[in-house]
Each structure stands twice: as structure tokens, then as C-alpha cells.
């Protein structure tokens, strides 16, 4: 009843913020805790400035860090918002004033127990990026290194386990209010942004996703990411190494560097493909804030916060669906949904076909430097609710994050595609991962790891024998009675136990 109460007077606080900007719409849309809405609606007012998606931005800016990250969560769903919605949440800014550097320099003595000035030579309290959950100063090293340093928020944990736990107890009373939409799978999404958020607010977590991109990337000198001081990182506190460079976005500097803007869009399209399809982890905060050209020409990347993981299942499925859709095969496309169990087996093959030549042509059709797989992407999870497609959560992080990738190398070459480029780098993975060879491949190795689970399987086979002939396991006599064990008609139990054995067998090694 206290968590109950507690949330009901933190929504009410957030509904008439709603209603300031005229988007209570976001609240009417989920029908629930009407009487909340009726308390907010005499606050509202009408005919605010802007889109709606620009002025729920704006709410959710003023709401605070937790409502912000909510939004970005949201701009990946468009099957639930729309495109236009979802569009202009895409561009929610996580900016939020920077507090003072003497609270940063507080939390780093908190860190690490000595002074700042025995930590560097030089540390500028001047914040040079602020965002909802920290933000970043320059400093220089005892050692004469130069270093971006990341500082938690104040008190940030508190105020998101607050407005976590309002969010996952509005995803639960609208499970139970409205049945349909558990499909949307409300409860999940906020529990993976929790997981997402914890993981953000400790920075050593960070370190580790920064330290795995560069491992993945270390015989690649075309995408720099920058080193981590492991002796100057703690959990409120992430040092890396300065990462000096030109804004991706930013295309008279790049020239005007001395850099063909082509070849750099041709870097930063392999980059992405590679942490996508490659790798299965990638970066999944591709703003142009983020992003940079370095004076050799090659691209660097910050900020690892939000990263994005694939499985080989996934990588494979995805990678075939996308080449089918650049080559307009339509019914290959659909197909894939269908093998990767995304779609239900009794929906038809021929509707989700038509379904996707009706998505794709409009988009395909365009000249090339407008083509968006993103919004093709975006578009197709609009049609989850007719053919009941289930929500997949690791691929609207991956649509969100092509969204931005696709408006950054446009700002940087608008006549080129990103995904036009790294089309000969998919169809080759694809020759490489779905090819006869990779089918050989893959049976081998499902049969050597069938084969190391014998050994164990044999010895359970062996122990529950013996449990059974030393009447460790007793069989009820009616059971053995209908197993056909006292009638001339009935399968022997021991031919019985037999077939279970094999079926067990077969089931464990496929």
C-alpha cells in the first residue's frame, strides 16, 4: 500500500508536467489511473508550440535523468508510438546543467581516498559535456597524459531507483489492466532499462564495454577507441584517455582537414557493420557528440554506456533479412521471420509478404542517399500486432541506434548510403556465415559439443538405472499396470524405459 500511495503522488507530480507541455496523451494512450488524469487535465494547457513528439520531449527533459532515459527507450518503439512520435523522441537531448567541479572533485576523493592533485597534474572543473547521469572533464595525469574524466551525478542512484520503481509498477498495472498489450511486454522493457541504468551508473561497467570494443578492434586502425586508466576508474568515476578530433557530423572541418568525407563514411559504415554482424556487441549511442575524425583520417568513438549485443542466431536472421530486403526479395524476407520464430507458425507467408513489399517499396524506391533501413526496420515492427510478431527487444536498441547512425553519415555525405556501403561487407559475412562450408562448420561443431555432453549424459543414464533397480525410484503398481507390464497385450516397461532412455538421449544431443 506505501509503494502503492508513494507512486500515485510521484505520477501526479509527472502527470501536471504533462499537462504544462500538452502531452497527456502519452497517459491517455495507456488508460490507466484515470483519476489521475482527471487531477491532471485541469492543469493542462492547450495549444503548446511544436510536434507532439517535441513537446513530450520537452516534458520529459523537465521530469528529470530517469524520464529522459524513459524517452530514449521509447524512441525505439514505434510500434507502440508511431514513427512521427518516435522521431522526435529520437532527438531527446540527455543534457542536463552540469553541478560544479568541486562536487566532481568530492566524488573522486570519495573514489579513490587521496586528494585530487595526487591524481593529476591538472583537472579543469570546467564540465565540457553534461548529461543525465554524468558528465565529463578534461584533466592531465601525473604522468603528463592527457585525459577526459567521467563523474557520476550526485546522488543520480537514488533519484532512479525512485522513478524505476514508478515505472515498473505502471508496467505492471497495465499488464493487469489490459491484457492485450502484454504482447508490447511492458514489464520486460522496464526491467531492461533498469538493467541498462544499473549498468550505466557504474562506470567500471563502462570501462569493461570500452576495453571489449578496442580487444575487437585492436588490428583495425581505421576506428580508435580510447584507452581506459584502470588506476583512475572506480565505480562514480571513468578516466580514458583524450580523444582529440573533428565532429563526425561537422563535414566543411572534415574537408577542410584534408579528409575525403566518402572514405571516412566508408570507415565508419565497415566500423559499424563489424561491431553489428562480426562481433555481435556494438555501440549503440552513435550521436555525432560521440563520434569523431581524427587528424590520420581514421574515426573514434566515445561514450560507452549504451552498448548492444546480438547472438549468432539473431546476426544471421538480421543479416539475411536486410540483404533480402536491398535486393527487393520480398518473399526471402518474410521467410526469415518466420525460420527465426519471430512470427508465428500459423500466420500466413504470402500476407507477411505483401506486408513487406508494402513497407519496403516507398522506402527502396527513393534514391539511394535517402534510403533508411532504419525506418524500414521501424516501420515493419509497426506491423507486430497484425501478424502478433513478438517484441524483439535487442533489435529496436540496434533500430534506435541505426536511426542516429543513418543521420550522422548523411550530415557528413549527403550523397552516399551507409548501408549501400556495407552491403558487399554483408554479403560476403552472409556467403561466409550461411554458405555450405558454414553449414559443414556448424554441424561439426554441434556434433563435437553432442559428443563431449555423452560422457555426462551416459553416467545420468547409469545413475538413474541404478536408482531404479535399487528402488530408489518406485513406480505407483497402477502405474506399472497401465504400462502394460501384467497383460499379454502390453508393451514390456523395460522396452518402455528403453524408448524413454533414447528419447531422452536424442532430445539432450540435438
Given at each position: ?174 499488464e493487469a489492466a489490459r491484457p492485450e498489450l502484454r504482447r508490447f511486454k511492458p514489464v520486460e522493457m522496464v526491467n531492461t532499462l533498469a538493467e541498462t541504468v ?155 509478404t505483401q506486408a513487406c513489399r508494402s513497407i519496403a517499396e516507398p522506402i527502396l524506391d527513393r534514391p539511394q542517399n535517402e534510403i533508411s533501413i532504419a525506418r ?114 502390453g508393451v514390456p516397461v523395460g522396452l518402455l524405459l528403453l524408448a524413454a532412455i533414447a528419447l531422452l538421449a536424442f532430445v539432450l544431443i540435438n
Amino acid at each position: 500500500m506505501l509503494r502503492t500511495l508513494r507512486n500515485i503522488a510521484r505520477l501526479l507530480r509527472i502527470a501536471r508536467i504533462l499537462a504544462r507541455h500538452d502531452v497527456l496523451f502519452l497517459l491517455e494512450k495507456l488508460q490507466v489511473a484515470e483519476f489521475v488524469m482527471l487531477a491532471a487535465r485541469m492543469a493542462s494547457r492547450r495549444g503548446r508550440p511544436g510536434r507532439p513528439g517535441q513537446r513530450l520531449a520537452r516534458a520529459l527533459e523537465e521530469a528529470g535523468p530517469s524520464f529522459i532515459k524513459l524517452g530514449q527507450a521509447l524512441s525505439t518503439r514505434s510500434d507502440l508510438l508511431g514513427e512521427e512520435l518516435s522521431a522526435d523522441l529520437s532527438e531527446l537531448q540527455d543534457s542536463l546543467p552540469p553541478f560544479s567541479g568541486t562536487e566532481s572533485r568530492a566524488a573522486m576523493e570519495a573514489e579513490f581516498g587521496q586528494p585530487v592533485d595526487t591524481l593529476f597534474a591538472s583537472f579543469d572543473d570546467h564540465a565540457i559535456a553534461t548529461a543525465s547521469i554524468a558528465q565529463v572533464h578534461f584533466a592531465t595525469t601525473t604522468d603528463g597524459r592527457e585525459v577526459a574524466v567521467k563523474v557520476l551525478r550526485p546522488e543520480i542512484e537514488a533519484a532512479f531507483n525512485r522513478d524505476l520503481d514508478m515505472f515498473l509498477w505502471m508496467a505492471e498495472l497495465l499488464e493487469a489492466a489490459r491484457p492485450e498489450l502484454r504482447r508490447f511486454k511492458p514489464v520486460e522493457m522496464v526491467n531492461t532499462l533498469a538493467e541498462t541504468v544499473t549498468l550505466e551508473m557504474d562506470l567500471r561497467f563502462e570501462a569493461a564495454a570500452a576495453a571489449e570494443l578496442a580487444e575487437n578492434f585492436e588490428d583495425d586502425p581505421t576506428f580508435n577507441i580510447p584507452g581506459v586508466d584502470w588506476q583512475r576508474t572506480g565505480r562514480r568515476v571513468l578516466t580514458t584517455e583524450r580523444i582529440l578530433g573533428l565532429s563526425l557530423d561537422d563535414r566543411d572541418a572534415v574537408q577542410k582537414a584534408g579528409h575525403d568525407p566518402e572514405q571516412v563514411m566508408e570507415k565508419a559504415a565497415a566500423a559499424f557493420f563489424n561491431q553489428v554482424f562480426r562481433d555481435g556487441f556494438f555501440h549503440a549511442d552513435l550521436h555525432p557528440g560521440n563520434l569523431f575524425v581524427t587528424e590520420d583520417g581514421s574515426v573514434a568513438v566515445v561514450d560507452f554506456g549504451i552498448m548492444g549485443r546480438l547472438d549468432t542466431r539473431t546476426r544471421r536472421h538480421l543479416g539475411e533479412m536486410l540483404v533480402s530486403f536491398l535486393t527487393r526479395n520480398y518473399r526471402r524476407a518474410a521467410e526469415v521471420h518466420f525460420e527465426a520464430g519471430w512470427i508465428p507458425a500459423d500466420r500466413s507467408v504470402d500476407a507477411f509478404t505483401q506486408a513487406c513489399r508494402s513497407i519496403a517499396e516507398p522506402i527502396l524506391d527513393r534514391p539511394q542517399n535517402e534510403i533508411s533501413i532504419a525506418r524500414l526496420l521501424g516501420q515493419l515492427f509497426q506491423v507486430a500486432e497484425t501478424f502478433q510478431m513478438e517484441v524483439q527487444p535487442q533489435l529496436l536498441l540496434l533500430q534506435k541506434t541505426m536511426l542516429v547512425a543513418e543521420g550522422t553519415a548523411r550530415k557528413l555525405c549527403p550523397d552516399a548510403n551507409l548501408w549501400i556501403m556495407a552491403r558487399p561487407l554483408m554479403e560476403s559475412w552472409l556467403t561466409e556465415n550461411l554458405g555450405p562450408d558454414a553449414r559443414i562448420r556448424e554441424a561439426a561443431r554441434d556434433l563435437g559439443e553432442a559428443a563431449a555432453r555423452l560422457p555426462r549424459l551416459l553416467d545420468d543414464l547409469e545413475r538413474g538405472a541404478a536408482l531404479l533397480a535399487g528402488g530408489g525410484i518406485r513406480l505407483h503398481p497402477e502405474t506399472v499396470k497401465a504400462m502394460g507390464g501384467g497383460g499379454r497385450q502390453g508393451v514390456p516397461v523395460g522396452l518402455l524405459l528403453l524408448a524413454a532412455i533414447a528419447l531422452l538421449a536424442f532430445v539432450l544431443i540435438n
